[in-house]
């Protein structure tokens, strides 16, 4: 079992940033694929992006490359999504989610999941 918890979301103008986290406890973290994954009110859940487990590889949904980072820091259990020059389609709660077998960016293979922080990004 992996426990995730997000945090970092919150209120901020278009063009600004933020930076969430994710903190994890449990089963030995440096074992998982970590992702995140947004989800607007009304829409589905997507794809933002991931880091493999040893860090070395990154994948990014096309809409945020350029803007996003993810990157990980195993000593400590945690994955960041550090989030430039927001814009107001970048509104939506982010998960963070862990997966044990493969590295990718489809919400089913990921096997455990956080509660969500919301981000709001104003115009």
């Known amino acids: 079992q992996v426990q995730l918890e997000e945090s970092g979301g919150g209120l901020v103008q278009a063009g600004g940033s933020l930076r969430l986290s994710c903190a994890a406890s449990?089963?030995?973290?440096?074992?998982?694929?970590m992702g995140w994954f947004h989800q607007a009110p009304g829409k589905e859940r997507k794809f933002v992006a991931a880091i493999s487990c040893s860090g070395g590889d990154t994948l990014y949904e096309d809409s945020v490359k350029g803007r996003f980072t993810i990157s990980s820091y195993n000593a400590k259990s945690m994955v960041y999504l550090q989030m430039n020059n927001l814009k107001p389609d970048d509104a939506a709660d982010y998960y963070c989610?862990?997966?044990?077998?493969?590295?990718?960016?489809?919400?089913?293979?990921?096997?455990?999941w956080g509660l969500g922080t919301q981000v709001t990004v104003s115009s």
């Open positions: 989610a862990a997966d044990s077998h493969r590295f990718g960016s489809k919400d089913g293979d990921y096997d455990y």
């Open positions: 449990g089963r030995t973290f440096s074992s998982y694929a």
